[in-house]
């Protein structure tokens, strides 16, 4: 018996997120499912990040005990082959007995995709958001650069630990060209709140758009005090433009 | 009336190809069904070219004759509202009322993505071939700079107009790297044999992988008197790996 950490890929357009639920398909469901056919018996699962219904992962990080004769790699193909086509492990690790891919996390990296077009395509919106009108990549980067440092992030998110603070550090943040009109943003936290990488892209696609003062966020960074509520627009960027790339241990 | 002329992106993976086919859902079938709620009401549009079964499109072409008092942008917001979200019309012109998107093409564009790896990868896989072992980056660009010119592509896929020749002209075909271990392949050619661009991939990859020698691919491009049919491999890339750009005129 041993613990074992896989890396998990997915499209998340079909999946109601990463935790288990009663009746409903998730990325922990299905990969305790593969888990069973080969003989694993435990009650659950470790996941590293809770992700939303929707959202991708390339580098989402799961662990559990195993009886695996095996070698690793041979794990990845007996998993695979019992995993349905929207799911994937692409490593498997033998690790510390006591490792807990999410309590062990030092940090996580998401990244988010978005263009400009008033008009919709299809393949596109795959895997990006479309927002319109046409956001300005100076602005784009002016609001990235205030994310960066140790900020109060409560304007921007719902604390899920126990401890419920809302001090998040961001390690780095911003925007690059990646083909005509679209747009990768790219951060890097400790952890993260509930749903703050779609707050916070929304919030700079506001900003780019004109809508929304780069001081105004400046001010929410400073906590719950910072600014009245009012002055930061209600919403989240949608979930099929953001994908968990890495966490780090 | 006028003739419109519709530049249509979609994602394949739903539709049973681009043209119409009884009890199937096709590309011209949604587009028909949008145009009847507009007061269309002809038997067919144009389209420019063929895309199989899971193909997508970022710039196929169609055509119809339409009595439209509105902008060009209003009819592209009509039929989006008509058309299922893997569909969508980009931009709409009036053209000539004898314009043929099919007949008066001067060139046709695709592009290809494969990646090379051994385990599978539910997010790129969308829209990417995955391939393994390992394309030599050298290879595919030696494979690729054969093709440009006037050839006969017998080998590569079956004649589908009425005049049955083979020859074809390409006059743009290269590989570049997209991002680690991902390729791109992109091909311009005045026409192309049915599932051309599929088979060329699928030999190019043979190349870069070491299975078959470039100089097989030279002579298989004299013709169907070039090389035996045995030294060539049958087979084609898959489907969801390529999108039609482009149609010029």
């Not at 409903?24 to 996941?47: C, F, Y």
């Not at 929207?86 to 006591?98: F, G, I, N, Y």
């Not at 780069?214 to 949608?238: D, I």
Request: with cysteine; net charge neutral.
């Amino acid at each position: 018996m041993a613990r074992y950490q896989v890396i998990l890929a997915y499209d998340g357009a079909h999946f109601m997120g990463s935790q288990r639920q009663a009746n409903s398909r998730t990325v922990q469901g299905e990969l305790e499912k593969a888990l069973h056919k080969l003989g694993w018996s435990d009650r659950s699962v470790l996941i590293a990040g809770r992700t939303d219904a929707g959202v991708h992962a390339s580098g989402q990080v799961a662990a559990f005990d195993l009886e695996w004769s095996h070698a690793d790699d041979d794990l990845v193909r007996a998993l695979n082959a019992n995993l349905p086509a929207d799911l994937a492990v692409r490593e498997a690790h033998v690790v510390a007995a006591d490792f807990h891919p999410r309590f062990d996390a030092l940090s996580r990296r998401y990244c988010y995709r978005l263009f400009s077009h008033p008009v919709r395509d299809p393949l596109r919106e795959k895997t990006a958001w479309r927002t319109w009108p046409a956001v300005d990549g100076a602005l784009l980067a002016q609001a990235a650069s205030l994310l960066i440092g140790t900020h109060d992030f409560a304007a921007f998110g719902s604390p899920t630990g126990p401890k419920g603070t809302t001090v998040r550090t961001v390690m780095k943040a911003g925007w690059r060209p990646v083909e005509e009109d679209k747009w990768q943003f790219e951060i890097q936290a400790d952890a993260f709140l509930y749903r703050m990488v779609r707050r916070l892209v929304f919030i700079q696609a506001a900003v780019a758009q004109g809508r929304v003062s780069a001081q105004v966020v400046a001010q929410s960074l400073a906590g719950p005090a910072g600014v009245p509520a009012g002055e930061l627009p209600a919403g989240l960027a949608p979930a099929h433009g953001l994908t968990l790339v890495e966490v780090t241990y």
